[in-house]
């Protein structure tokens, strides 16, 4: 379950929502833990849809049609993250005039199917599923296909056609590992007398209450202290994680005591610039001074 809940008083930088999400998508790496289950649920994108470790997601089944009257509607593909250790179906579409509801299970299992994550960041023209567990797993895939209500409204319509996409698992080759930087980090120099020193951590003031968590990936896990509002605290680095309503995706990990590194918080909830009063209208969306995780 999304618990994301970060009290801003004021409306988010009006007029830099829309450039700024992709300078801080590019702006920094994004980073992870290294436990499958961080992903389960999730959507596969912005972490586990990328390259990470060097690992690349793989197309299980590749590029199944859809067709409506012989006519090829849209492209599915049953797709794992060897760095997250995920499933997930995806559906791309190849005509308008239609709806697309793509469902993934594990092989010989009851229960539910799993529909859309319960935060979707699908581009324009895909859909795809949440992530299920796949490193050790046989998953499944089939679309629902939908006419649109009409020309005019592409709201599902009268029901089309379900188009089964098949059983794969992963082969020793191919389940890759779960990818953690965090190791990267603490690596020695050449002459392997000891690790770098840790950045000095950046002083960020927060322009209302915010909330505090241990998984960035989905603004989730357990709730940590709150950090009140004007309270300047001290931040060890930056991650991308979980998307805000503005389309921020950065995310700090605090340093100061309480929180001691073990919670983050999302940098859309700081002035980020030095200010520590007032709107936090037109700031930005974080505080490149702040290294990467």
């Given at each position: 379950m999304l618990r994301f809940r970060v009290h801003h008083p004021h409306l988010r930088r009006?007029?830099?929502?829309?450039?700024?999400?992709?300078?801080?998508c590019a702006a920094f790496a994004p980073a992870a833990g290294a436990y499958d289950p961080t992903y389960y649920g999730q959507s596969p994108?912005?972490?586990?849809?990328?390259?990470?470790?060097?690992?690349?997601?793989?197309?299980?089944?590749?590029?199944?049609?859809?067709?409506?009257?012989?006519?090829?509607?849209?492209?599915?593909?049953?797709?794992?993250?060897?760095?997250?250790?995920?499933?997930?179906?995806k559906v791309v579409s190849l005509a308008t005039g239609y709806v697309f509801r793509p469902s993934v299970w594990r092989q010989n299992t009851s229960g539910p199917s799993t529909h859309e994550p319960a935060f979707n960041d699908a581009p324009i023209g895909v859909a795809w599923t949440a992530m299920?567990?796949?490193?050790?797993?046989a998953v499944c895939g089939g679309v629902q296909a939908y006419h649109t209500l009409n020309r005019f409204v592409a709201a599902q319509g009268d029901h089309l056609s379900w188009n089964y996409l098949g059983c794969k698992k992963p082969t020793a080759a191919q389940r890759g590992r779960p990818f953690d930087p965090a190791p990267a980090a603490a690596q020695t120099?050449?002459?392997?007398?000891?690790?770098?020193?840790?950045?000095?951590?950046?002083?960020?003031?927060?322009?209302?209450?915010?909330?505090?968590?241990?998984?960035?990936t989905n603004a989730g896990g357990t709730e940590g202290p709150a950090i009140q509002?004007?309270?300047?605290?001290?931040?060890?680095?930056?991650?991308?994680?979980?998307?805000?309503?503005?389309?921020?995706?950065?995310?700090?990990?605090?340093?100061?005591?309480?929180w001691n590194g073990k919670y983050y918080v999302s940098a859309d909830a700081f002035y980020n610039n030095g200010q520590t009063s007032g709107s936090l209208r037109g700031t930005p969306f974080f505080d490149p001074a702040v290294p990467n995780c």
């Open positions: 009006h007029g830099v929502a829309l450039a700024l999400p992709l300078l801080a994108g912005p972490f586990c849809g990328n390259v990470q470790g060097g690992q690349s997601p793989i197309q299980l089944i590749k590029n199944k049609m859809i067709r409506d009257d012989g006519r090829a509607i849209a492209q599915m593909r049953l797709v794992y993250a060897p760095a997250c250790g995920t499933a997930w179906v299920i567990p796949a490193r050790f797993d120099g050449g002459g392997g007398s000891g690790s770098a020193p840790p950045a000095t951590p950046a002083a960020e003031t927060t322009g209302g209450v915010t909330h505090t968590w241990t998984n960035y509002a004007r309270q300047t605290v001290q931040i060890a680095c930056k991650v991308n994680g979980f998307r805000v309503a503005d389309g921020n995706t950065a995310w700090y990990r605090i340093a100061s005591s309480p």
